[in-house]
């Protein structure tokens, strides 16, 4: 299994960015997934999930701001992030649980900075 998140960047405080997350390999698209988020000198953080059923989950400092989703046909979960501030800077994981064991992607810098 193999989780390949892109759509990281540099941004104002305001804009927004989509982040994508890939699955290859035998892993069922329903296991898709969650995004954690690294800031320098900070222990990675819950940002949101999504269930097999489409339940979704965010951390309280991005609700309202950040949306998950998931394309089953395309193995591929989504995070939307709008009206990004400053402390939305970090390295961000996309996430996945399977088989027993938790599949983590390379990771995609996001920096928000004026």
């Known amino acids: 299994v193999q989780l390949q998140a892109s759509g990281g960047g540099l941004v104002q405080p305001g804009e927004s960015l989509r982040l994508s997350c890939a699955a290859s390999?035998?892993?069922?698209?329903?296991?898709?997934g969650a995004w954690y988020r690294q800031a320098p000198g900070k222990q990675r953080e819950f940002v949101a999930r999504?269930?097999?059923?489409?339940?979704?989950g965010y951390a309280d400092s991005v609700k309202g701001r950040f949306s998950i989703s998931r394309d089953n046909a395309k193995k591929t979960v989504y995070l939307q992030m709008n009206s990004l501030k400053p402390e939305d800077t970090a390295v961000y994981y996309c996430?996945?649980?399977?088989?027993?064991?938790?599949?983590w992607g390379q990771g995609t810098q996001v920096t928000v900075s004026s």
């Open positions: 996430n996945a649980y399977a088989y027993g064991a938790h599949f």
């Open positions: 390999g035998s892993i069922p698209s329903s296991n898709l």
């Open positions: 999504i269930a097999p059923g489409g339940t979704t």
